[in-house]
């Protein structure tokens, strides 16, 4: 008697235990579906997103192998937004590689205006916005910030293009120099940047195609990097032919320098019998 007992017992566990991972694995199943749906819905809201958000009108673009790496760009930036040198505040970066070499030894960290902007969806209070007056420029409302920083932590690259003022608590970024009171030009997209204005070398262009975007995840903005050599000057008519100089710009030789000492290489000329 017992020993039957005991092997109901046994029989009733097993069916449970079969029952057990029926149930499971149908959870499981169940689970995936939920995964696999909650996944294409995210894909689908990002192309709904990306279809919402209209693209920026104006890029800032830059040519590192023109960067010397002279920081006027992010002194100008701050002077015209807050008048002062600050390098901390400027809304363009410039960081030293030191472990690279040229020309990435310099790397210039820009605002890419991103087609799907993370800031922009992510602030709770709408104080990152797109600026449609404005080129459909990425923006941030100082009035509105509450400096909680999620855009800091939404921007998808590194290091983040979104600055933080530490003094009011608030976050900044590129507006192409629309609100700039310390600038004596109009800013904006269809006037000035002082970036743009004061590099020395014209390593800075604002362009109006939008850049590649397929590096959003690589590290690095070569989008951004352009070819920013100015063309070539036509040659002068006549092929080969020389310049025209006058006599005050032409090239002083040793034969027409009264001061030029006589090549060791080549003996001074010999005077003609009977000469002075």
Known sequence: ???DKIKEKTAEEKKISRRAFVVGSGTVLAGGAIIGATAAAAQGTAQQ????????TKYLVYDSR???GCLTCMLSCSLVHEGA????????????AFLSKYPSDLQQNVCRQCPVPLCVDRCPTGACHINTANGNVRMIDEAKCVGCQVCLNSCPHRPHRIIWDPAKKKATKCDMCLNTPYYNK???VDGA????EFCP???LKIVDEMPEQADLRGGSDRGYDRNLRPPAKPKPAGGDAKPKTDGNSARVTPDNNPNAKPDAKTPPAKKAPGGN
């Open 201 to 203: 070398n014209g390593s």
């Open 49 to 56: 997103q990306k279809a919402a958000y209209p693209p920026s």
């Open 1 to 3: 008697m017992a020993g």
């Open 85 to 96: 040198t600050s390098l901390s505040l400027s809304r363009i970066q410039v960081h030293r």
């Open 193 to 196: 940047q002082a970036c743009v």
């Open 186 to 188: 109009k800013g904006g």
């Open 66 to 68: 023109y960067c010397a």
